[in-house]
Structures are given as C-alpha cells and as structure tokens.
C-alpha cells in the first residue's frame, strides 16, 4: 500500500515554512539551503543528545547549550482542561444522584480505576463509605488541543 | 488492537469529574466516567463503505472510569440503527462538524 501522508507532512517543514520566513529572492535556493541549514543543525544536537546520553565526556559550555536547545517541539499549550464546574454537586451521593447511576457502580468504577492505573500506594481506599466521603467536583467541559489534520504546530480545540 | 481503528476506540462520555484523596496528600485525580463500545467485526473496514462501525456493548459495566489524559479528542460518529455508529476516519472534525 501507498501512503502520501509523509510527503504531504514533510512540505509543511521542507518548504512551506522556508516560503514564510524568507524574503523570496531566488525562493527555490533560499527555500533548499534555509531547510538544510536547520536540518544539519537539528542533526547535531541530535548526535550530541544522543553522546551525551552514552555518556560522552562533552564541555560544559555545550551541555549547558543542549539544555536550553530542545530538539523537539513541545505544544505551547495545556492540553488538556476541565471547565464548568456545577455547583449542585459535592460529593459522592449528589453525584450520584445527578448522574442517575447508583453510589456502588460509582465505587465499583473507581476502585477498578484504582487497581488497574495507579501504584500501590497512591491507591484509592476499597472501602466504600471512606469512598463515599471523598469531596467530588462535576464538571461539564473538557478542552483538548488535538494537532489540525497535517499541521505540525497549529492545534484545533476539541471541546467534549 | 481494534482493527482500522489502530488502538482507539469510542466511547460514550457520561461525567467529567475531579475527586480529592485526602488521605493521599490530598491528591487531586481528574476522571472520566464513560460506557465503553466494541468496534464491529473486530474493527475491519465495511465493503459496503470502507468504514468502521462500532456498537455500544452489551455486556458493558456501567459506569467505567478512566484519567481524562486518555481522552484523545472527539470522535467523528454516524448513527446506524440505535446503539450503532459509523467512525468517519475520512474527514477531519472541523469539516465533520460543519456538514452535520
């Protein structure tokens, strides 16, 4: 099977993004030799990342340069938050009684969540009524920053 | 794992909500209650549209919780029959949400 999905994702980088910031004077050999300046450099800190975590005897002016140099782009955003907190629920038995799902399936869940995702000792308590007593705030929006379909740094905001 | 759907699955979201451990350093979780769906013939492509359906479990627990970090963003679903979806992988959500 054929997939032009890595082509179309590379000439955001290869070339678009050279087409934004150059001045467009002779573009093509601005475009080529703008990418394979960024390229090599981001190469290097690769390689130099890559020594230092095999521990390679490297100087300290450099180490300090890859620590402030990220080789990878991080989304500027938070990508996840929690919005429109209700004011009618505070605990388990009004949640419960706003969701329409009974107090046990509610402790069943939690305590399934529990065993499966977190470490022993940061575990929830299996006993339901110190489960039952856990302040609980319900909230009704969820803003998640999803990558825009082929963009590399524009993020679409999905609101569940 | 789940066919086309490379490892997603949908799922229906009952309550986001957050849930203070005071006897865990007063630990705050941020949670998700969902009821889970099974994709359709172990998620293979349909012939008749090249797509992926999903239907709401049968044997589903109620009320299953999750920590919102594993919410990856909506899903782009069609109803078929009741508790039956279409996943539209072929179309990104903001042309999605302008045509239903």
């Known amino acids: 099977m054929y997939s032009t999905e890595f082509g179309e994702l590379a000439h955001k980088t290869q070339i678009k993004a050279g087409w934004r910031q150059l001045n467009k004077n002779d573009a093509s050999r601005q475009i080529v030799q703008s990418y394979n300046r960024h390229h090599g450099i981001r190469m290097r800190l690769l390689n130099l990342e890559s020594l230092r975590q095999w521990g390679a005897d490297l100087s300290p002016d450099m180490v300090e340069q890859l620590d402030t140099t990220s080789t990878t782009t991080a989304p500027g955003i938070r990508t996840r938050m929690l919005k429109g907190r209700r004011d009618d629920v505070s605990n388990m038995a009004d949640f419960s009684r706003v969701l329409g799902v009974s107090i046990q399936n509610i402790c069943r869940g939690l305590i399934r969540y529990s065993q499966h995702n977190l470490p022993p000792e940061r575990r929830l308590s299996e006993d339901a009524e110190i489960?039952?007593?856990?302040?609980?705030?319900?909230?009704?929006?969820l803003e998640i920053a999803v990558l825009a379909f082929q963009e590399t740094e524009i993020y679409d905001m999905h609101r569940v | 794992m789940y066919g086309a759907l490379r490892g997603r699955l949908p799922a229906n979201l009952v309550a986001l909500f957050k849930i203070r451990d005071y006897r865990c350093e007063d630990r705050v979780r941020r949670l998700a209650g969902i009821q889970f769906v099974r994709a359709v013939n172990s998620g293979r492509i349909s012939d008749v549209h090249s797509l992926v359906t999903v239907q709401i479990k049968e044997d589903a627990q109620e009320f299953t919780v999750l920590d919102i970090g594993t919410i990856l963003g909506l899903a782009p679903l069609i109803p078929e029959g009741d508790p039956r979806w279409i996943v539209n992988s072929c179309i990104d959500l903001r042309t999605f949400n302008e045509v239903y």
């Open chain 1, 131 to 141: 489960l039952e007593s856990l302040p609980v705030e319900l909230l009704t929006q």
